[in-house]
């Protein structure tokens, strides 16, 4: 028979009334020209050879592959504009390079999205996270003339479908630890379906002036999920090496450089699934469409239970007391249509055992009667 533990109050309550009551601020920008990064001269540069990197990719033709790079976890949630809010964990394999000075670009391309002729082609809108943007090359203001109209020829010979969205980072990666590689996050919107993500890297300054610079491309198909229904769903289930309060929001900059800060909640979340005994396994989460009752307020059960693998399956170890989100336990200005309903707690390890195992998480919308179930899977060693 499993046994009932009660799970930690200071996270899964406190720290839950921190998130109920924050909504994703992030939101399409027009792509006009006040809103254009302002880039140096040694900048530009820079963003032109990535474009024209990047442009080789989104052609199919081949890519230099000097520097290994991968995106360790895509997550999804749901943002204030209706759009999906997409952080990402981006890992460099710094090892290879003489330098930790790179420039990245990213570009997110819709599948099946045909190119544009110029005559037809609008002032683009790009969706970023900051004040931030960067729309197209061509449309970086402090490109000279001549160099515009070359920019935009080049792209219309390889006859390229638009970006959804397109950003620009310069970074000093920092030292990869025990050996590992260097690892960044950032994020990006998309409106649901499936999109090509392109990232291209370039070493800033090698050691050796006369050396090229080191070149990557990596390249990912993902499928943007749609939370703009009527059926009850939740964002990705995030494990969290840390969860914790912040005093005050981030300001853009930051949030730019901290993808995972959720309103005033910062979430630093794991890369793998392992945990060692004297960690917290941290688990958070938001849920979307839930059904409102006659005081516009919705009324969700979240029940939490472990189970333990082995040889013969997995048994059931216990569960803890469940999560009530409802007028009873929500602030009283909680407004569905401004505040994200979140879920997520946290539970010590040190009474695991060693092995794998599997966190059920049941929710219910009274209201409407509909439930949901969503699983974890971790170790402890």
């Not at 749901?78 to 570009?107: C, E, K, Q, W």
């Not at 004040?131 to 515009?148: F, Y």
């Not at 800060?261 to 917290?280: C, N, Y």
């Amino acid at each position: 028979m499993s046994s009932r533990r009660r799970a930690r109050p200071s996270v899964s309550v406190c720290v839950l009334g921190f998130v109920v009551l924050v909504a994703l601020v992030v939101a399409p920008l027009q792509a006009q020209e006040k809103d254009a990064r302002k880039l140096d001269r040694t900048q530009l540069a820079e963003a032109q050879a990535l474009a024209k990197l990047v442009d080789t990719a989104q052609a199919g033709q081949a890519t230099p592959s000097d520097v290994p790079i991968t995106i360790d976890r895509y997550d999804f949630f749901r943002a204030a504009s209706g759009h999906t809010y997409v952080p990402f964990i981006l890992s460099i394999d710094s090892r290879v390079l003489a330098n930790p000075a790179v420039s990245v670009m990213l570009r997110v391309v819709k599948k099946g999205a045909k190119p544009v002729p110029p005559k037809e082609r609008k002032a683009p809108q790009v969706t970023a996270v900051s004040d931030r943007p960067v729309n197209d090359l061509s449309d970086l203001r402090d490109l000279t003339e001549e160099e515009r109209a070359k920019a935009q020829a080049e792209r219309e010979k390889l006859n390229l479908a638009p970006a959804a969205f397109e950003d620009l980072y310069f970074l000093d990666l920092k030292p990869a630890q025990a050996g590992g590689p260097a690892r960044l996050s950032r994020a990006f919107l998309a409106e649901a379906g499936e999109y090509d993500v392109y990232l291209g890297l370039k070493e800033r300054k090698p050691a050796d002036k006369k050396q090229k610079p080191r070149l990557g491309v990596y390249k990912q198909t993902i499928t943007v999920p749609d939370y703009n229904g009527s059926e009850i769903v939740t964002s990705s289930l995030v494990l969290a090496d840390k969860i914790e309060p912040l005093a005050k929001p981030l300001s853009a900059d930051q949030q730019w450089e901290n993808p995972y800060t959720i309103g005033q909640l910062q979430i630093v979340p794991k890369v793998d699934t392992r945990f060692a005994k004297t960690q917290e396994l941290s688990v958070y989460f938001q849920i979307y469409n839930a059904a409102l009752n006659s005081a516009g307020k919705p009324d969700v059960l979240v029940e939490w239970g472990f189970y333990q693998k082995n040889a013969d399956g997995e048994k059931k170890i216990f569960t803890t007391d469940p999560t009530i989100l409802n007028a009873s336990t929500l602030p009283p200005q909680f407004d569905v249509a401004k505040h994200q309903l979140a879920g997520g707690s946290a539970w010590p390890l040190s009474s695991f055992q060693a092995g794998d195992f599997r966190l059920e998480i049941k929710i219910t919308d009274k209201v409407s009667g509909k439930t949901l179930t969503k699983n974890v899977s971790f170790s402890v060693s």
